[in-house]
């Protein structure tokens, strides 16, 4: 296990803190908000229906549950917004071992698997391929 002690300074007006269960729902609405309107393959990827906004809760409740040795996910709380989340972060720890397993659900049924590979596998191949096991969090 890493030890991770991030000091950090809430910019004014919002205040920073680790993800929890109560906010999944608001997670797959930021992810709709915020990566929706970024690219089109991001509709094709992962649209905006029933199945897959409940494959996104289920991917930060995994996440989440998984605890913070192996996913950091972090909220923006915007204060003047009654601490409405503004934004998140999701981080994979790195591991002693080199393990690059990131937990998540099976895709929903008819999601194109190719494409959710290059989104979702593409992130543990890619830092694979750039560090190797060699750690590369500092604290």
Not at 24 to 32: D, H, I, N, R
Not at 99 to 104: E, F
Request: hydrophobic share 40%.
């Amino acid at each position: 296990m890493i030890g991770i002690n991030l000091r950090h300074r809430d910019p004014p007006g919002f205040h920073i803190r680790d993800a929890n269960l109560d906010d999944v729902e608001a997670l797959t609405q930021l992810w709709y908000d915020s990566f929706h309107r970024s690219h089109k393959f991001l509709h094709y990827a992962t649209p905006d229906d029933a199945e897959t906004r409940e494959w996104l809760n289920e991917v930060w409740t995994m996440g989440i549950q998984a605890g913070p040795e192996v996913l950091r996910t972090f909220v923006v709380e915007d204060l003047n917004e009654g601490g409405r989340l503004a934004a998140f972060c999701r981080i994979h720890v790195p591991q002693l071992d080199g393990n690059q397993d990131i937990p998540m659900p099976e895709l929903p049924a008819g999601h194109d698997l190719e494409i959710a590979d290059a989104l979702w596998g593409g992130m543990a191949r890619n830092r694979a391929a750039i560090m190797g096991k060699q750690l590369h969090w500092s604290e």
